[in-house]
């Protein structure tokens, strides 16, 4: 049996456990997580049915047939024509699987699931996530390869800028993300996890900040935050440096609590301690260095197939950890107009503690 047929398997069990007779499921992560099939989104209906009991199915156009049936260990691919649409190949397993409670991917576009409910009008229902994501943010053996070698990439990366020094004087934010985004494919990562982030002086500021025209000035911090991925898994680090000159007394200070943050945060980590403790592990620091109210964001996010998923690392959750969680600890303080400062390494809960997927220097000084 593949990891991905195991992952189904448990997922159907759970489908029984909360009720639900199938999951609805169109490309995306989700879909990935159980088929293998790496497909995107579009205006022609791709769907996995998988009943509580018995083999999935894909309804699929016939044009995407063969990747599909390339990709999967799913062996009932039906197929639909654009002449007829779909209802030829959906129609008869709804009729038999004819369920009562029915989860929908998370992400599903609006005109399917209005589709669905219309075509099942007696059923009820509820979000995929329901079932997948208390299995999804539990990592097995082959993710967390995954996650591993993503976290090598992003470092050897992190290494190559500080290699930089004050050469990175002068360039843009834009031509170090164009640097980071080559370096991270030559250092075994593929495509970009999510939007680089290279905020310098006052950019900074802006946790997400859009790399744009400002050039890196001596003195001055910069937050890089960046990922690519690996095996589909992502990573996702944030560094604050100053490549070259002296910053100022503020930034030393604001620096030394925002790492100290994120040591004890990380320190926190291990089984049987909820998400909201790690976030306030961080949060005491910052709140005692007298920037509680500059540090604007949660802890952290879970980490896996998508770079945003649960657990959050955030006041009030009371989700346990358990052995197999990857997740970010990224505390950061944004100081409007002058400069921010983040740093972010992810981790995975182990039996007895947790173990850092990043291992690069966390000081300013390159
Ligand atoms: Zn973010
Ligand atoms: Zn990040
Ligand atoms: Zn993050």
Request: include cysteine.
């Amino acid at each position: 049996m593949t990891a991905f047929e195991r992952r189904t398997r448990r997922a159907q069990s759970r489908l029984a456990a909360v009720g639900a007779d199938a999951l609805a499921l169109t490309p995306g992560r989700d879909c990935y997580y159980l088929t293998g099939v790496d497909a995107e989104a579009s205006d022609r209906l791709q769907l996995l049915v998988v009943p509580a009991d018995g083999d999935p199915t894909f309804v699929v156009p016939t044009l995407e047939a063969d990747a599909v049936r390339a990709a999967t260990w799913v062996d009932d691919v039906r197929t639909w024509e654009d002449e007829t649409g779909p209802g030829p190949a959906l129609d008869p397993l709804l009729d038999t699987l004819s369920p009562s409670r029915v989860l929908l991917a998370d992400r599903m576009w609006a005109r399917f699931s209005l589709a669905l409910r219309e075509r099942l009008p007696d059923a009820s229902f509820g979000l995929a996530s329901e079932v997948l994501s208390p299995l999804r943010r539990r990592k097995d053996d082959r993710e967390l390869d995954a996650l591993r070698a993503a976290g090598d990439a992003a470092d050897a990366t992190m290494r190559d800028l500080r290699a930089l020094g004050a050469d990175a004087v002068g360039m843009t934010e834009a031509d170090l993300a164009a640097y980071i985004e080559e370096r991270l494919e030559a250092n075994g990562g593929t495509g970009v996890a999510f939007g680089t982030i290279v905020g310098a002086g006052p950019n900074g500021a802006d946790p997400h900040h859009a790399s744009g025209e400002r050039e890196i000035r001596a003195g001055e911090p910069v937050v890089l935050d960046f990922g690519t991925r690996v095996d589909a898994y992502p990573s996702d680090q944030t560094r604050t440096v100053v490549f070259d000159g002296e910053p100022s007394e503020e930034f030393r200070r604001v620096h030394d609590a925002v790492r100290e943050a994120q040591s004890r945060a990380v320190a926190a980590v291990e089984p049987g301690v909820t998400a909201g403790s790690v976030d306030r592990a961080a949060r005491e620091v910052i709140e005692d260095a007298g920037y509680g109210d500059r540090f604007v964001h949660r802890t952290g996010h879970g980490v896996g197939l998508d770079v945003h998923e649960a657990p959050d690392i955030v006041a009030g959750n009371e989700t346990v950890l358990e052995p197999g969680m990857v997740f970010s600890v990224e505390p950061g303080v944004y100081l409007p107009d002058r400069f921010g400062v983040r740093i972010e390494d992810l981790v995975v809960v182990t039996e007895d503690g947790s173990e850092r997927l990043n291992h690069t220097d966390r000081r300013w000084r390159v």
